[in-house]
């Protein structure tokens, strides 16, 4: 196609690549799409004890820790992430903010960025076991004498102990890479093995861009690392809303937003002619398309970049800035929408 059709794209890049934070995750050596591991976390050789927090039989999700089919859960991913030299400051969905190293992995459940650390060791992603379990539906109990965690989840019952490459599922041995440990007072555990083994599917989003269909192969909800950890568990009876739904949704929403800031801009700035650039603006906006999906959401590509809900039909922007990316909530009268126009067009 003529016309840029990546040019939020390049901004966003442009701006955050000085920034970049590195992270990576290949819990199976055969799955092209994990990035290698560039930084990993030394344990110490004697673990603490697990958090006091993790006891017997609870449960956050009931339907699909008795078996029963699944409810369709909440999602929110809205968040702000700014990139500072060493800190990466993430505010989440609830409004709380956290710091955590350059080496934070993004770690996103059923499309809602989790505050949690995730940690590499030996190449393998492992992450809280609470957080990871309880989320998806299962439920816990841990045994102080022999340092085991027992998950149980509808009918299935996994027992892993610390430090122990072997696990049991349902009195079936199996063994894995890299056993549950303990890290600063939390319990860990191998996030593909135990996300698979509780109906889950994990992906790597490397945001990798494919130039000929112009579509992402793997998009990044969380911009600026160089991969997300994304776990989604769902229902194949769960309705889904088409491409054309979104792409019809999304340019609507887009057109009127963009006639209104036609108006106040020009009203702002009676004396300077903007004809190319909002003819640009429009010609994007009548190409609104899906350009790829990560977890529940399409990323609709139009004016600027946006995620539609494949569920719910709920619109989330994204932007970036010098520092920042972030994801906020489409919402009618928001002036932060104006500001993104301006921003990516460089309108003044």
């Known amino acids: 196609m003529k016309r840029t059709r990546t040019m939020t794209l390049a901004i966003i890049a442009a701006l955050l690549l000085p920034y970049a934070v590195t ?34 039989g609870e449960s956050s999700i009931t339907s699909a820790a008795t078996g029963g089919p699944l409810s369709l859960p909440n999602a929110n991913p809205v968040h702000r992430i700014e990139l500072a030299y060493n800190t990466v400051n993430v505010t989440y969905p609830n ?12 770690f996103i459940i ?10 590499l060791v030996n190449n393998r992603t492992l992450v809280p076991l609470r957080v990871l379990t309880e989320v998806l539906g299962g439920s816990v109990e841990w045994d102080d004498a ?46 593909r093995f135990v996300a698979e083994a509780l109906g889950a599917r994990v992906s790597y989003n490397t945001g990798e861009y494919d130039r000929t269909t112009m579509k992402f192969n ?16 769902y229902d194949p009876s769960w309705p889904i809303l088409s491409e054309f739904q979104a792409e019809s949704t999304v340019m609507s929403m887009s057109r009127d937003l963009f006639n209104q800031f036609m108006e106040q801009n020009n009203a702002a700035h009676p004396d300077k002619d903007y004809t190319a650039k909002y003819n ?69």
Do not use: C
Request: net charge negative.
């Open 23 to 56: 992270a990576a995750e290949a819990d199976n050596p055969t799955v092209t799409d994990e990035p290698s591991a560039v930084a990993e976390i030394t344990l110490p050789e004697e673990a603490p004890l697990p958090e006091p927090g993790v006891t017997s």
């Open 280 to 348: 640009f603006i429009n010609y994007n906006i009548d190409n609104t398309r899906v350009v790829g999906s990560v977890s529940r959401y399409y990323v609709v590509e139009s004016f600027s970049l946006f995620l539609f809900d494949k569920y719910t039909g709920i619109i989330y922007t994204i932007g970036s800035d010098a520092k920042s990316s972030w994801v906020r909530r489409y919402a009618e009268g928001d002036p932060e929408n104006f500001k993104m126009i301006a921003n990516n067009y460089y309108i003044n």
């Open 95 to 106: 409004g709380e903010t956290a710091a955590h190293d350059n080496q934070y992995i993004p």
């Open 146 to 191: 022999t340092r085991a965690v027992t998950i149980y989840n509808g009918y299935d019952v996994i027992k892993m102990a610390i430090g122990n490459n072997t696990v049991i599922i349902n009195d079936v041995e199996t063994a894995i890479d890299v056993p549950p440990l303990i890290y600063n007072n939390y319990t860990y555990l191998p996030l």
């Open 218 to 233: 793997s998009y990044m909800m969380a911009q600026g690392f160089s991969a997300n950890a994304v776990v989604d568990q």
């Open 110 to 119: 059923n499309g809602t960025l989790i505050d949690s650390d995730v940690i």
